[in-house]
């Protein structure tokens, strides 16, 4: 198993990495907290280290740490765009529940 990035957050990843930092990365982690008790941190970063999983996405590349990576094994990170908003949607098959706002779960 693995994780998987769909092309439409492969592309607005990649949106992020280019507009922000060229030399940069996205970073996908799973910290302590949360409602749920784990919550989802992402975002574009430069801090690589050398355990890292890499993931391509479009231009840029994804990182997970392995720690964080087994938390997250099967699942996968989406953009969608609706009327009402546009997010980061992660569909983790680990997850017992998760929070309304999508960004806390439990296992």
Known sequence: MTFT???????????LVNKNDQDGFFRIAVNGGGCQGFEYDFGVRNDAADD???FP???A???IDRTSLTFL??????WV????????EFI????SSSCGCG???SI
């Open 5 to 15: 990035i769909t092309e439409s957050a492969a592309s607005r990843i990649s949106t």
């Open 52 to 54: 890292d999983e890499v």
């Open 57 to 59: 996405a479009g231009d």
């Open 61 to 63: 590349t994804v990182r």
């Open 73 to 78: 094994l099967g699942g996968k990170i989406d």
């Open 81 to 88: 765009e609706t009327l009402a908003e546009e997010k980061f």
């Open 92 to 95: 983790n098959p680990n997850a």
């Open 103 to 105: 960004v806390s779960f």
